[in-house]
T-cell receptor, first 112, second 114 residues
């Protein structure tokens, strides 16, 4: 069964550094999402992306965050200048048409 | 999207049916009920969804009351691998355009005991 894949599984970064989290959505999916989950807390929506533009973003998704679909297969989340509070699991999800969203297994981001 | 209420935790014996309730009393006519689960720190896994009819797939059954104000997810023969946090999410129908973001609550922590 096709899967959403995310790399790396764990990323350790110094505070203030830029980080790029990568996702390969399921191949015929057209809607893409990023969510995050701080340890012990709820899964929170960050941003959705369709037709090469952001459809919706949450208050968390400020100017430090950006998303890109650089080619036909990857979907990336960039954090420009990381803060300690950005430490979390980041989940990518995708869906096609009327089907439910399918999630990857996440990238654990640790900011030192 | 309508708010949902779930018990914080539940236990079930291995091999028995696990019945997870969800209240969504403010659900509107075009909102679907979705169930996802999260095993340990893995990504949320889609289980099942429905509008008003009961649904069944290879993972579970979904029973929605006639007034649609509550639903029950049934895992017919729970195994230890079903231990997870289960999320009931109400969302506007899949055929609508738009972001279709999912709003997760705290969910129900289901523990399957040997």
């Amino acid at each position: 069964e096709p899967e959403v894949t995310q790399t790396p599984s764990h990323q350790v970064t110094q505070m203030g550094q830029e980080v790029i989290l990568r996702c390969v959505p399921i191949s015929n999916h057209l809607y893409f999402y990023w969510y995050r989950q701080i340890l012990g807390q709820k899964v929170e929506f960050l941003v959705s992306f369709y037709n090469n533009e952001i459809s919706e973003k949450s208050e968390i998704f400020d100017d430090q965050f950006s998303v890109e679909r650089p080619d036909g297969s990857n979907f990336t989340l960039k954090i420009r200048s990381t803060k300690l509070e950005d430490s979390a699991m980041y989940f990518c999800a995708s869906r096609r048409g009327h089907q439910p969203q399918h999630f990857g297994d996440g990238t654990r981001l640790s900011i030192l | 999207d309508a708010k949902t209420t779930q018990p914080t935790s539940m236990d079930c014996a291995e091999g028995r049916a696990a019945n997870l309730p969800c209240n969504h009393s403010t659900i509107s006519g075009n909102e679907y009920v979705y169930w996802y689960r999260q095993i340990h720190s893995q990504g949320p896994q889609y289980i099942i969804h429905g509008l008003k009819n009961n649904e069944t797939n290879e993972m579970a059954s979904l029973i929605i009351t006639e007034d649609r104000k509550s639903s029950t997810l049934i895992l017919p023969h729970a195994t230890l691998r079903d231990t997870a946090v289960y999320y009931c999410i109400v969302r506007v129908g899949v055929y609508n355009q738009g972001a279709q973001k999912l709003v997760f609550g705290q969910g129900t922590r289901l523990t399957i005991n040997p």
